[in-house]
């Protein structure tokens, strides 16, 4: 017994359960454990399951927008030779739906690929023909058309800010990114990237903007 004391007590490495062993500084020479690697902007997951909702709507509001003016040819030509002349209306107006018909296609490949960064040319496509006749609404005084294109702008806005929340929610969802919240602040005295994770990479401002109002959105 009074062996295996001494034993113990000559060898460091023998203690009580409840006591624990300092860590051993690392060897001379020897390399500091490695850092997670960088996320590549290739695997970070973007795609939100609701998505498809997002494509799906942009999908049947431009195939929409293609079948009326099939049908109702006359009509759109005339419309539009109330903004931009009769001579070249019939013209504009093929213009107008050859565009919308890629920006269909965008929308289309968007949800084939699962990528939500092809539904940014249909929307940023839309409104930015919503506030060209918004802009052309006011030369002409066509007032009651101007409120009709301004909520059509504003809902294809909301649209974009909801996609790109989506895409925020996915990427924290999954991993390769994190809430800002979620980054350890830097010490007094220590440069600002510090802060920062070598793994998941921080979602930007604007993303953080996008996900909180997405997350107060009411849930069923």
Known sequence: MAMAMASAGANPEWTRPDQRLPERPPADGAAPPAAPPPVPPSAVQTWHRMHYAVGVFLVAYGVAGLLSAVLLWGDR??????????????TLLVLAKAVEALLVA??????????????????????AGFAVVAVLDVVNGRWGGLL??????????????????????????SGTAVRAGAVPAPAPGEPAEAGQVDGPRRLTRTQELALSALNRLPRR
Do not use: C
């Open 77 to 90: 030509r005339e419309e539009f030779g109330d903004y931009f002349g009769s001579g070249n209306a019939g």
């Open 106 to 127: 965008a929308a289309v490949l968007g949800i084939v690929r699962r990528r939500d960064v092809w539904f940014v040319p249909p929307l940023t496509g839309w409104m």
């Open 148 to 173: 009709q294109h301004l909520l059509y702008l504003a809902g294809f806005v909301v649209l974009l800010f909801v996609s790109y929340g989506l895409s925020a929610k996915a990427q924290v969802s």
